[in-house]
C-alpha cells in the first residue's frame, strides 16, 4: 500500500501550545487516516525549535505502538528535497516506526 503523508501546517511557536494544538487539531486527522487502509503514515512538521523535540517524540512513539503493525514516523524539516528524500526512504524501510526524524538543511539530522 501507499504510504500516507499528512502536513501539519504551522504550529505555535511555545512547546507546550504547540503539543496542546497539535493533539486538538491534528491528531483526530492523524487518526482517522491510521483507521483507514494505509499502512504507512508519515506526518510532516516544520523544523521547531529544540524544545519541541521530546512530544514530538513521544506522540511518533505512541502512535506507531497503538497502530502496530502499521507504521507512523514524524518528519520535521523546511527544505522540500530533504523532506521528499526522507519520505522516499521511510517509504521503502519497512522495520522503521515510531520515529521523530528532525532534518538539518544542508547537513543531514540534528542530533
Known amino acids: 500500500m501507499a504510504q500516507g503523508v499528512l502536513e501539519t501546517g ?4 511555545e512547546a507546550l501550545a ?3 494544538a497539535f493533539h486538538a487539531e491534528q491528531l483526530p486527522k492523524v487518526t482517522s487516516a491510521l483507521a483507514g487502509e494505509i499502512d504507512n503514515l508519515a506526518i510532516v512538521m516544520k523544523c521547531p ?3 519541541h523535540a521530546d512530544w514530538r517524540r513521544a506522540i511518533a512513539r505512541d502512535l506507531a505502538r497503538e497502530y502496530a503493525p502499521k507504521r507512523v514516523n514524524i518528519v520535521a524539516g523546511d527544505a522540500a ?3 521528499e528524500a ?6 521503502a524501510a519497512p522495520g522503521v516506526t515510531g520515529h521523530y526524524l528532525p532534518l538539518q538543511s544542508g547537513g543531514g539530522a540534528r542530533v
Do not use: C, G, S
Not at 504551522?10 to 511557536?13: A, F, Q
Not at 526522507?86 to 517509504?91: P, S, V, Y
Open 10 to 13: 504551522p504550529l505555535p511557536h
Open 18 to 20: 504547540a503539543a496542546r
Open 49 to 51: 525549535a529544540y524544545d
Open 81 to 83: 528535497d530533504e523532506i
Open 86 to 91: 526522507t519520505l522516499a526512504f521511510l517509504d
